[in-house]
């Protein structure tokens, strides 16, 4: 059943990462009429994530940014597509990195753990791998369905990166430096572990919330270099990123040191322009779990 669903799903996809980009939008365009006005795809999901963040703001702003939102999330679906086919040189035009030169210079040292929240398009961001001299990996979430998980490993696995799961994150860390192979990790960090594993709550976006603290673990465990990489979308198709180095030498920083000032970076990225960050995932689901320290 597996590939029965990917032979009939593959060609769609590629057509429409083929597409001429004025086409491509046009196309988006169709499937955010589909996905917002008629299917209505968690809205209720987004409007709730968006008002207990901004309790302050009015009903009329709050669908605005709920409708911006979705405008974006199926570009976003759709960028991620069309990078099955999309070029050097495009990628190179439609993802820029401001102060690329901060990250090679770090690269020539030490390894490094690059990390980014689900804002804007955090697929294109493995395009940096063109530039690096070192290793450049890439940390996903396996996908359920075998050969869809292949084809985005493929996909992933463009541009000199090497995806690699969660799974596998911490193995293929400590071989490599084992090894003395410098490298730069890609990592998405602001998703929400189970209440019942969480070893972290703290307040993010002003509402208490179990907090992954895997990366700021390896960092320190293994002296690691640790750079936010805060993406603003410019315009439709077009994005910039800049690295923010949060600690040169992971060792030699306070626990949880890293993950605070990751969160702080990720919560200014999402007030500056909040319709490109990630609102239909249930971030705060567990925000009423938090767990009774007073005893």
């Not at 032979?7 to 169709?30: A, E, Q």
């Not at 980014?116 to 955090?122: I, L, P, Q, T």
């Not at 002296?223 to 077009?238: N, T």
């Amino acid at each position: 059943m597996q590939l029965l669903v990917y032979i009939c799903t593959y060609p769609l996809l590629w057509v429409i990462s083929i597409l001429p980009f004025r086409l491509f939008y046009l196309f988006s365009d169709l499937v955010f009429f589909m996905v917002y006005h008629v299917v209505g795809y968690r809205k209720q999901v987004v409007h709730d994530n968006l008002k207990l963040v901004f309790p302050t703001k009015t009903d009329r702003e709050i669908k605005q940014i709920r409708k911006d939102f979705f405008k974006h999330f199926c570009d976003m679906f759709l960028e991620t597509v069309r990078t099955m086919s999309l070029s050097k040189k495009d990628a190179a035009k439609h993802f820029k990195v401001r102060n690329m030169d901060l990250l090679l210079d770090l690269e020539k040292s030490t390894s490094v753990l690059l990390l980014c929240s689900h804002y804007g398009n955090w697929e294109w961001i493995i395009s940096i791998n063109n530039y690096l001299a070192s290793n450049g990996y890439a940390v996903y979430q396996k996908v359920g369905n075998f050969y869809f998980d292949r084809m985005i490993k493929r996909i992933r696995g463009r541009w000199n990166t090497t995806p690699i799961t969660q799974k596998e994150t911490v193995k293929t860390i400590m071989l490599n430096e084992q090894e003395n192979k410098r490298a730069v990790y890609g990592m998405v960090s602001d998703q929400s572990p189970m209440a019942h594993r969480a070893q972290y709550w703290t307040e993010f976006m002003g509402v208490k919330a179990p907090i992954f603290t895997g990366a700021e673990s390896l960092a320190r465990k293994l002296d690691l270099a640790v750079v936010f990489l805060k993406v603003s979308k410019v315009k439709r198709g077009f994005y910039e990123a800049e690295c923010i180095p949060i600690t040169l030498s992971g060792s030699a920083t306070a626990e949880h040191e890293i993950t605070d000032r990751f969160l702080e970076l990720t919560e200014h990225q999402i007030l500056e322009r909040p319709e490109y960050y990630l609102w239909t995932h249930r971030r705060w689901k567990h925000s009423n779990k938090v767990p009774d320290t007073s005893r």
